[in-house]
């Protein structure tokens, strides 16, 4: 028999898949909280139980999507890897990441408009924009020219953008190429041993 804890993440875990399936196929503001309470199975009270609002359901979705595409990021770099390597497996990963169908316009499009940017900016901060300061950090990243903190937010915005090109039918291979060049300017020239 299931413990009040596992009900709990259970619904929570309904109503998040239920909401992100709706806020993908229809849009943030064109979902109604009674959709995603039938989507779920489960009773609009209960959803007003486990989130205040549907904005909140919202920064909980958003949330997940971001935490998701960090452990993309994680995975796509094990520790064995030179810092160099792991920044550009790290980029190619996120790219990847981000092809997951409404991925994009959730994070990219959806989360500033709904949240505002400060908001949807610190959901991300927290998951891959922190892989990629980490990363950057490890590569010896502005080597004291620069602020990392700066070149982050930078690349990052990049990043952004180079998903959003490729989600709108860019060419994917010239984007991803130029974002792998890009990155690997960054860098600068590999070190002889």
């Known amino acids: 028999m299931a413990t009040n804890r596992e009900r709990t993440e259970s619904t929570q875990l309904a109503l998040i898949e239920a909401a992100r399936a709706l806020f993908v196929s229809k849009g943030y503001g064109d979902t ?19 989130f205040a609002d549907k904005r909140d359901l919202f920064r909980q979705v958003l949330a997940r999507e971001s935490m998701a595409v ?6 796509a770099t094990p520790e064995q890897l030179s810092p160099r390597e792991a920044l550009l497996q790290g980029s190619e990963a996120y790219l990847n990441a981000m092809t997951v169908p409404g991925r994009t316009r959730l994070l990219l499009v959806d989360g500033p408009a709904v949240l505002g940017m400060a908001e949807a900016m610190a959901i991300d901060d927290a998951n891959a924009a922190q892989s990629l300061r980490e990363g950057l950090k490890r590569a010896g990243m502005g080597r004291g020219e620069v602020s990392v903190d700066a070149l ?10 180079a998903a959003l090109e490729i989600d709108a039918g860019a060419d994917a291979k010239e984007v991803r190429a130029a974002m792998r060049w890009l990155v690997e300017q960054a860098l600068g020239p590999v070190k002889k041993r």
């Open 32 to 50: 109604s909280t009674p959709e995603i309470a039938q989507a779920a199975g489960i009773t609009r009270g209960a959803l007003y139980h486990h």
């Open 70 to 75: 960090a452990a993309d990021i994680e995975a």
């Open 152 to 161: 982050s937010q930078l690349l990052s915005a990049a990043f952004d953008r």
